[in-house]
């Protein structure tokens, strides 16, 4: 395997391992990932036509991996909260609503 073929393959593992934790090894995504690399591995010397469209097809994969892990790191985040005030809201980004002279609310 060639260097970015090697690195994408470690890249998957690791989404793996981040996804299933420690027993990663035992799963039927892990098997498959495997056997096919192993199945599209090519001497330095053959350029193949099937070994690029599978190392498309691996990045597309670790692609999908990581962006389904952020997402759902993401969700835990903002979505397990309830409903915010608009003060807790403004400071989450960086904000800080107008305070109103005298003290008083925008209700009068």
């Known amino acids: ?3 970015a073929p090697l690195r994408v393959y470690r890249a998957i ?3 793996l391992r981040l996804l299933k934790g420690p027993q990663y ?3 039927m995504a ?3 990932v495997t056997e096919q690399f192993r199945k599209n591995q090519v001497s330095g010397e053959r ?3 099937a070994q690029r469209e599978a190392v498309h097809t ?3 994969y670790l692609c999908l991996l990581s962006s389904t892990r952020q997402h759902m790191e ?3 985040l903002y979505h397990g909260r309830g409903e915010c ?3 807790e809201t403004a400071g989450r980004v960086g904000l800080r609503l107008p305070s109103q002279p005298g003290g008083k609310g925008w209700e009068n």
């Open 47 to 49: 350029y193949c036509r």
């Open 1 to 3: 395997m060639a260097a």
């Open 85 to 87: 005030s608009p003060e």
């Open 13 to 15: 593992l690791k989404e």
């Open 74 to 76: 993401l969700h835990r």
């Open 58 to 60: 691996s990045h597309t």
């Open 30 to 32: 892990y098997n498959y």
């Open 25 to 27: 090894k035992h799963t």
